[in-house]
């Protein structure tokens, strides 16, 4: 099959069926769904245990203890059968219902044109439903792209052979999702392509954005840049950040006064 849509859960409540229904109201149907329980008690997996076909599509359930969000991810991509790979957080959603068939005919493009579909990203927008507005993605991934403004994982859609080859780093309790994007560009020297689409809505407000964990994930990536990135080239992009006033332009993109403005123009400025 084409996509392995990976869903990790604990306890997830209503969430999961918003995000299942998402899933299987897709109008592209090769694919699986892959739903790994870390050991829920509230009752919302049982509708999924025995897992189910849904008009061609596979729905398979596993429950297994984890160590954290991406110990669970690695697990499921173990068990996954799809030649993509795509994880959905419980709460967020497909975009719309023609995401994974525009995502094949991006793929059916690269691959005519001699590209390895194992060393292959693609991306798009993400629409955050906290603030309500839509984020572009930067149209090509650069250095100064990894260092500063990488694409949501909802909204990233890998070779699975790029997570099997490279599984979730589990030192990082934050940041491992952003570490394994570095190491595909840097290291796996993957293709990106972004497909000009919007791919996820996004709940907002998750496990990174919280007070408490705001200093480890600025501690993760200081460490995960230093691991992949020249002196030289942290030096440059650093400048550039403080020039730019970087920290004033993060508070407008998550206000709910200035985040529509802001996220407006940073996509006129990408599309140009």
Request: aromatic share 14%; hydrophobic share 35%.
């Amino acid at each position: 099959m084409k996509f392995s849509v990976i869903v990790v859960c604990l306890n997830p409540g209503e969430k999961l069926k918003f995000t299942m229904d998402s899933i299987l109201d897709q109008t592209y149907r090769d694919f699986e769904v892959i739903i790994k329980d870390g050991g829920s008690s509230d009752g919302s997996l049982e509708p999924w245990r025995q897992g189910m076909e849904a008009d061609g599509v596979t729905v398979r359930f596993f429950q297994e203890k984890d160590t954290g969000i991406y110990d669970a991810m690695n697990q499921a991509v173990s068990r996954a059968q799809g030649e993509f790979v795509l994880f959905m957080n419980c709460g967020d959603a497909f975009y719309s219902r023609e995401v994974l068939e525009r995502t094949e005919a991006f793929i059916a493009v690269q691959e005519a044109a001699g590209v390895e579909s194992d060393r292959l990203v693609l991306y798009g927008d993400i629409y955050n439903r906290k603030v309500g507005v839509k984020i572009a993605a930067a149209p090509n991934i650069t250095g100064f792209t990894c260092y500063r403004n990488i694409p949501c994982h909802q909204s990233c859609i890998y070779s699975i052979s790029l997570c099997r080859e490279k599984p979730y780093d589990q030192q990082y309790r934050i940041r491992a999702d952003y570490e394994h994007f570095l190491w595909c560009f840097y290291k796996a020297k993957a293709r990106f392509v972004n497909m000009g689409l919007t791919v996820a809505s996004y709940e907002g407000g998750g496990y990174s954005e919280s007070k408490e964990n705001k200093k480890r994930n600025k501690q993760e990536h200081r460490l995960i840049t230093e691991m992949y990135m020249r002196k030289g080239e942290l030096f440059r992009y650093r400048a550039v950040m403080a020039c730019t006033l970087a920290p004033l332009r993060s508070a407008m993109a998550e206000s709910k006064v200035f985040s529509g403005v802001y996220h407006w123009v940073k996509g006129f400025i990408y599309r140009n």
